[in-house]
């Protein structure tokens, strides 16, 4: 009878782009299959397999040591299904990340030499977590949990509540400008599904100086500043804006379950679980970038703000001289009073 693995390792990025590791030991190892180790790297399984094979090849590697099968339960159609698996420990896993050419395992290489320096210079590793906390370790999973619900209950903005769940994907790097592009396809495929438009779109088709408030529904503060008409969320309409609200709270307590789950979910994973989630909301999909490019929109935008924004100062000029000629009307009419 084979045994069970119930090893676990997760490479994942913090909020201020710390890169950190969260391991669920069996007997002091972690044990993943080649398919596990390719999802954990972001590579493909072949990838896997040939740097594997240089491994044991070169004899970096043994393979008596460092492979052991263990039994799998899959489901297959309705039923439970019972496999064995090849699985290798963290001997191989260790070598495959150095080799492996991705930036989850180059986040990996840098979080591994960074503990090698740290031993070949002090002669030891500390975990100031575990240290602490002997009793509670650390659970990715418990902890990733945990921060959605408090997101779900936090006072944000429902839209800067869905990038958030976006920031706590495992491969997601806030100094990385693929970053900036991925929140801004996210933000594209939200507001497509609710009106048809990218934000883009909509901010060239609404925003008008001529309007009250430019064509704004709701801004920040009393008065509406160039920053706030470059948000499209703040042009849409009552009903549009309730819509966002409710696919956003679907779309948190799914999030909550695939972490309760135990899922890790990459950026693209997200990207693809979207579509899913708005597809069975009957909601149409944006396949391309849209015909009104991020740039174009700003730039209405600032234009029409331009003319806005003078219109306001000329009338708040009149107010003023307005209010001044009443003034001097009244001084002069309390001098009059005073000579006779």
């Not at 119930?6 to 994942?12: A, F």
């Amino acid at each position: 009878m084979f045994p069970q693995n119930n090893s676990q390792l997760i490479i994942y990025q913090t909020e201020s782009g710390e890169t950190k590791i969260d391991v669920r030991l069996d007997k002091e190892t972690v044990w993943l299959t080649q398919k596990l180790m390719a999802k954990l790297f972001d590579t493909s399984v072949p990838n896997i397999n040939m740097h594997l094979k240089n491994c044991f090849n070169e004899g970096e590697l043994s393979k008596k040591a460092t492979i052991k099968k263990f039994l799998t339960v899959q489901k297959e159609g309705n039923r439970k299904v019972s496999r064995k698996g090849v699985y290798y420990n963290l001997d191989a896993i260790i070598s495959v990340g150095y080799r492996i050419k991705s930036k989850t395992a180059t986040h990996f290489r840098i979080w591994a030499t960074k503990r090698l320096k740290e031993y070949i210079i002090k002669g030891f590793v500390l975990d100031d977590e575990r240290l602490k906390n002997p009793d509670l370790p650390f659970d990715y999973f418990e902890e990733l949990t945990q921060r959605i619900q408090d997101i779900r209950t936090s006072e944000k903005r429902f839209y800067r509540k869905i990038t958030d769940i976006y920031a706590l994907s495992v491969d997601y790097d806030p100094t990385d400008p693929m970053s900036v592009e991925f929140f801004q396809t996210v933000q594209n495929k939200v507001h497509f599904a609710i009106t048809g438009k990218t934000a883009a779109e909509i901010i060239s088709e609404r925003v008008d100086s001529k309007k009250p408030y430019m064509g704004l529904t709701n801004w920040r503060g009393e008065k509406v500043r160039k920053v706030d008409t470059l948000i499209a969320k703040n042009y849409l309409n009552k009903k549009e804006l309730l819509t966002l609200n409710n696919l956003v709270e679907q779309y948190l307590v799914f999030a909550e379950g695939q972490a309760m789950q135990r899922i890790p979910m990459r950026m693209k994973d997200w990207i693809e679980k979207l579509e899913g989630f708005l597809t069975l909301n009957n909601r149409e999909i944006l396949q391309k970038k849209g015909k009104i490019s991020h740039k174009e929109g700003k730039r209405l935008a600032e234009k029409n703000y331009k003319e806005y924004n003078k219109k306001r100062i000329n009338k708040h000029d009149q107010i003023d001289t307005t209010f001044d000629s009443a003034v001097k009307l009244i001084e002069s009419q309390k001098k009059e009073e005073s000579s006779e």
